[in-house]
T-cell receptor, first 109, second 114 residues
Framework: TQLLEQSPQFLSIQEGENLTVYCNSSSVFSSLQWYRQEPGEGPVLLVTVVTGGEVKKLKRLTFQFGDARKDSSLHITAAQPGDTGLYLCAGARDDKIIFGKGTRLHILP | DSGVTQTPKHLITATGQRVTLRCSPRSGDLSVYWYQQSLDQGLQFLIQYYNGEERAKGNILERFSAQQFPDLHSELNLSSLELGDSALYFC?????????????FGEGSRLTVL
């Protein structure tokens, strides 16, 4: 069983459209991180959310932490081809930092 | 550039062989983490070291071992290699024992076992 479930697994949309991807768990996390990974590279940290209900914005990306601190979402406004990549959520559990399997996002020009 | 250096970038070897992957963390980071990434399993946590000592262990096989040296670089040793060990192996580092999951990753070592 995956502790952090990400959905959808794959998403392919046209440039300019909006999208939301999700990271869900049955467990409470003290914080969650979102990373983006491009082919041939390691994951790069985008943001950390700590407080239940917290919303953080990074240009066209909006990250939200659920009130119960069990889930998070990433919303992208007006997606661009440069947003293409694998989006991973991560959290600390039992002294380990675990990752979801990710959402593979492809933005079509 | 994350500041984390991994070598080699690519490695092709045969079943039954042994390989060593090397990682230099960001300057000042005391923790090193090793992850295995495959298409079907995603990023799987293997092991973490903090300032030379093992801190946390994940799904690391007995055929695999790691260590962190006094200069804080780390090595992951993979032995009796099997076809299923083919994957990307990532090293990451962080300043403390862990800092809320904020890790800095290297570019990975792609291992192919034939």
């Amino acid at each position: 069983t995956q502790l952090l479930e990400q959905s959808p697994q794959f998403l392919s949309i046209q440039e300019g459209e909006n999208l939301t991807v999700y990271c869900n768990s049955s467990s409470v996390f003290s914080s969650l991180q979102w990373y983006r990974q491009e082919p041939g590279e390691g994951p790069v940290l985008l943001v950390t959310v700590v407080t239940g209900g917290e919303v953080k914005k990074l240009k066209r990306l909006t990250f939200q932490f659920g009130d119960a601190r069990k889930d998070s979402s990433l919303h992208i406004t007006a997606a661009q081809p440069g947003d293409t990549g694998l989006y991973l959520c991560a959290g600390a559990r039992d002294d380990k930092i675990i990752f979801g399997k990710g959402t593979r996002l492809h933005i079509l020009p | 550039d994350s500041g984390v250096t991994q070598t080699p970038k690519h490695l092709i070897t045969a079943t039954g062989q042994r390989v060593t992957l090397r990682c230099s963390p960001r300057s000042g980071d005391l923790s090193v983490y090793w992850y295995q990434q495959s298409l079907d399993q995603g990023l799987q946590f293997l092991i973490q070291y903090y300032n030379g000592e093992e801190r946390a262990k994940g799904n690391i096989l007995e055929r695999f071992s790691a260590q962190q040296f006094p200069d804080l670089h780390s090595e992951l040793n993979l032995s009796s290699l099997e076809l299923g060990d083919s994957a990307l192996y990532f090293c990451a580092s962080s300043e403390g024992a862990w800092k809320s999951g904020e890790l800095f990753f290297g570019e990975g070592s792609r291992l192919t076992v034939l």
